[in-house]
């Protein structure tokens, strides 16, 4: 399916085919042709194991258009760096694009992802989170937002979902730092399109995008409303659009009046428990801790 | 251990005698991953480890040499935690027997000097395209000076040609590590040992061509005889082990007992060996490996071939144990004796 007069318009389609067989709704498609888009064709993609990886690489078929690897869960970042130092040594210039998803990036290739980033290896290394393993059957990763009940951290008559806050990475990634961080979503594109333009530039890198991946089948809403859910995400402030650039913070979508995180909650299955009477005090908390988290990034972009 | 390897090799690069990118990683798992991303994009490849850092390394091995990647590596055999040890034994990469990579046990520093060469040329022919592991005895070669003959740089670039592919090509991409379904996994599974088995013919080629090329030459490739001649029994073993068992046979003048050293582990050289242990009454195989509940592991894959023959096992050396000459002296008695039960040396 590498029929390219049907992609014109979207470049991004002729380099990962149609056929694949990610589930109806899945956001992943939408991040990938956007950033191959941008990209071209001049790419190496290294993929962690995970959704995408299942999906668009089953021998004998591949959805790649690209220069594609996949090599374990945990060491994107580092087999990223091989790639980009190979082709360093073979005087040749390509983008090097590592995906993997939160798990893949924030739990166990977190040490892989830093040493990467440490060594200063040129590549762009985007994390596509849809805030659990998905792939496996949504258990709960450390991007799992507080009070969501996944498959590992149920909400029962005791427990009300998963117990912790979502870990911060671009504070992690902050520290080592590398000139270009940015977090994004599936719902505005061209913003995701603006993001990888600078996050590609070999000056910018290493680089780093956080794309927040609304999952229909893991967050229990309707296959139609994830572009909704992702700008969602961003108009109630439970996710903040940004971008820092060789240090310098700056929101990149502005919300002037940010809705209440009820209004995320209430439209996905995984918080439904939140609305019992007894479990108000969780949804206040997660408001408390929104509020918190976006005057903390406001007040970093005013710096 | 590895870590003499690869300071001299940061040293040679910081120089600039080697044209080389030299990657300080974070960890041994990130090493073979750095080293699956360099090699996948189509450049040589080198990494060196021991002990937990291989084991740290394992579920890497099992994916470099599915994807079939010709990476080489050095491992100075040392034992496994716990209790925590740092000296020789072959535990560490028995472990990894199964990981799919060609297994090269050397008994001097000049033979890991040598088969460091023969490995990329053995890792690359189209017949094999399989990733080596080089097996040096931790200490006992790592740590010992000895002077060691090192081939010109010319000498070696005639023997062993620029890397010749293949590279990943932008007009023609193709996806690497894909994943595999019940109806072609083991068909994957099958072709990695068909490329193992063709390994065979291509290691003896390879150890001939260096032999005419470089005057030297370890044994048939796979494995090394020594006073096999008039023997009526026989001694298995591997790596410096040999050296040691070498100089006993040499001092005491043994004429009734032979040395067999397999150098190939994998692939395993089954011909070979029952061809030079047809004329023997009884042997015994020694080794620095347990697998706990089975014994010895070479040893059980020796006994797998030799039906009609008593095969006496002996476990030494573990943990950096020395195997003396008087414990040579008896394991040879043992060997006549066809001893039954395993001995720990």
Sequence with gaps: MTNETKAKGCEGCALFFQGASNCSGCPETIAVRTILGVAGRNTVIVNATSCLEIFSSQYPNTSWGVNYIHGAFENTAAIAGGVSLALEKQGREANVIAIAGDGGTLDIGLQALSGMLERGEKVCYICLDNEAYMNTGVQRSSATPFGASTTTSPSGSVKPGNLTMKKSIVDIVAAHHIPYIATATVGHVDDLKAKVAKALKKENQPSFIHVLNPCPLGWRFDSWRTVEMARLAVDTGMWILFESEKGKMKITKEVVERKPVEEYLKAQGRFSHLFKPENNHIIKKIQEHMDSEWERTNKMCSE | ?345
Excluded at chain 2, 24 to 51: D, K, P, Y
Excluded at chain 2, 67 to 86: C, D, K, Q, T, Y
């Design chain 2, 1 to 345: 251990m590895d870590t003499h390897i690869i300071e001299r090799l940061s040293e040679i690069i910081a120089d600039g005698e080697m044209d080389a990118k030299y990657v300080n990683v974070e960890s041994e798992h990130s090493a073979m991953s750095v080293c699956l991303g360099a090699q996948a994009t189509g450049v040589r490849t080198f990494t060196a480890s021991s002990s937990q850092g291989l084991a740290l390394m394992y579920e890497m091995l099992y994916i470099v040499s599915g994807m079939r990647l010709p990476v080489v590596m050095v491992n100075a055999n040392r034992a496994l935690s716990a209790p925590l040890n740092i000296w020789n034994d072959w535990s560490d990469s028995f472990g990894a027997r199964d990981s799919g990579w060609i297994q090269l046990y050397c008994e001097s520093a000049q033979e890991a000097l040598d088969t460091v060469i023969q490995a990329y040329k053995i890792a690359e022919d189209a017949r094999v395209r399989l990733p080596v592991m080089v097996c040096i005895d931790g200490f006992f070669l790592s740590h010992v000076y000895e002077p060691v003959d090192i081939p010109d740089a010319q000498a070696v670039g005639k023997f062993l040609p620029k890397f010749a592919g293949p590279v990943i090509d932008f007009d023609k991409p193709v996806s690497q590590g894909m994943w595999a379904g019940p109806e072609c996994y083991q068909d994957f599974k099958k072709e990695q040992n068909d490329a193992m088995i063709r390994a065979m013919e291509v290691i003896h080629e390879i150890n001939k061509e260096f032999k005419e090329q470089f005057g030297r030459g370890y044994g048939n490739g796979f494995i090394e005889t020594y006073n096999m001649e008039n023997a009526k029994y026989a001694l298995i073993t591997m790596g410096s082990l040999a050296g040691t068992a070498k100089h006993v046979i040499r001092e005491n003048k043994i004429h009734d007992v032979g040395l067999i050293r397999i150098k190939s582990f994998r692939p395993f050289p089954f011909a070979e060996i029952k061809k030079a242990i047809k004329d023997v009454h009884a042997l015994g195989v020694l080794e620095k490996n347990l697998s706990p509940g089975l014994g010895g592991a070479l040893c059980h894959e020796v006994r797998g071939m030799v039906k009609t023959k008593n095969v006496s096992s002996f476990i030494g050396g573990l943990g950096g144990r020395d195997v003396k000459i008087d414990d040579f002296m008896k394991i040879f008695d043992d060997i006549r004796h066809e001893k039954k039960e395993l001995v720990w040396v």
